[in-house]
């Protein structure tokens, strides 16, 4: 069975990186059937960028515009909303796609009718120069509840997912929304596959850039959030909560000590 694929790129002002992010798609070596970019009510030129990128691309482009700044999160519930594909892939306007990130990741999902997610590793950074990957080289491991319970196991420009499921991004989150709904879509329909190879350059690391990752305590409290949401949903059991905010607040001061010491030998480096 082949299967199409809708490209969802949630925008706020990102007119330096935007047509970067394009171009990676454009460039796959399997092209999706259309590309979706809600604007999330940005002021810079990044709409301009994309429309006139728009206007010679191989694939459709279409572009939305959010009347207020509602969050990635919505925005790309808003593009999965007017996909019309078979499968819909997340970019971030500020990330990069390997060539073959299409590809590799619709070739497993066309052979497991009942996969509803697939995902990747992921390196940190804007480099756009990738090396070839052989099908033969892909290490596949199957992800269950238990190891996304302990971690997010997937960058969201790493995921694909069936359109048709009913699960979406909380729209009552603007941080960990992305977590919330890998617990949801693993803890119903079961086994995640996840690629070890990394299929995208992202402009900010898990934690401590810059982005949405910087904002550490937003971070932790949005993930106590999302552990609330899917508990009340019925998704995982209340047995869980207690134990899940326990493991969260321990992994959110291990990164605040992490995050310090690093500053801490940054600033000695620039002081010597």
């Known amino acids: 069975m082949t299967l199409t694929v809708s490209v969802i790129i949630p925008v706020f002002n990102c007119e330096t990186t935007i047509e970067r992010a394009i171009l990676s798609v454009i460039h796959q070596t399997r092209r999706p059937q259309e590309i979706i970019i809600i604007n999330d009510a940005g002021t810079d030129q990044s709409v ?19 009347e207020i700044n509602v969050g990635p999160g919505v925005s ?33 999902m066309e052979t497991k009718s009942n996969l509803m997610m697939t995902c990747h590793d992921r390196t940190v950074g804007s480099s756009t120069d990738w090396t070839a990957i052989s099908s033969g080289h892909i290490g596949w491991r199957v992800l269950k509840l238990r190891d996304f319970m302990i971690r997010n196991c997937c960058a969201t420009p790493s995921v694909i997912l069936r359109r048709d499921i009913s699960e979406r991004f909380s729209s009552t989150l603007r941080y960990a929304e992305d977590y919330g709904l890998w617990l949801s879509v693993s803890a119903k ?30 971070m932790y409290r949005g993930e106590l959030r999302a552990f609330h949401i899917v508990t009340k949903a019925g998704t995982l059991s209340k047995f869980w909560l207690p134990v899940m905010y326990v493991w969260s607040t321990l992994k959110f001061v291990v990164r605040l000590v992490d995050h310090k010491l690093l500053h801490d030998r940054l600033q000695r480096s620039v002081e010597v």
């Open 76 to 108: 790309r519930n808003l593009g999965w909303a007017a996909a019309t594909s078979d499968l819909v892939a997340f970019l971030d306007a500020d990330d990069v796609w390997h060539p073959q990130k299409l590809e590799i990741q619709v070739s497993v």
């Open 48 to 66: 301009a960028i994309a429309k006139s990128i728009a206007q010679d691309a191989p694939i459709p482009i279409h572009i939305h515009d959010n």
């Open 189 to 218: 329909y079961g086994n995640v596959y996840f690629a070890d190879c990394a299929l995208v350059n992202c402009a900010n690391p898990a934690y401590g850039g810059p982005g949405l990752s910087g904002k550490m305590l937003a």
